[in-house]
């Protein structure tokens, strides 16, 4: 299968705000007030985690399609803890991402227990984002 290609466009609308375009869509990036924002819209590390939900719904109802029982819906709560000293240049000792990252995944359906084990291993596995997150990606900034 040949690889998709995603592309977002961006441009500054603050030192703190971030306005992203994703195909159609606009996008609002910015921090809350007590970090220099305007409380616009998420943070980019609150985006980090509302993308790995958005990701694991996707999977959660491809793979429960493919295991042949019904999701009807998924709650999906996720946490992160990041020490922001290196985001201020306060520290180095830490890396500047999530240390850790919980999700809490509630499944509306009539699997069992085991189905849904395999299941949540299955949709783990697949979730690109969770790769992503879970995996070092080869990144290069470089000026235009």
Known sequence: MADLTFKISAHSASPAKTVVKARNFQIIVDEPADLGGSNEGPNPVEYVLASLAGCLNVMGHV???EMGFELRGVKIDISGDLNPARLFGKSFDE???YKNIE?????DCDADKATLEKWIE????RCPVSDNISNTTPVQIKLA
């Open 63 to 65: 793979v429960a399609g």
């Open 95 to 97: 890396r500047a991402g």
């Open 103 to 107: 999700v809490k995944m509630t499944p």
């Open 122 to 125: 299955v949709v783990d596995n």
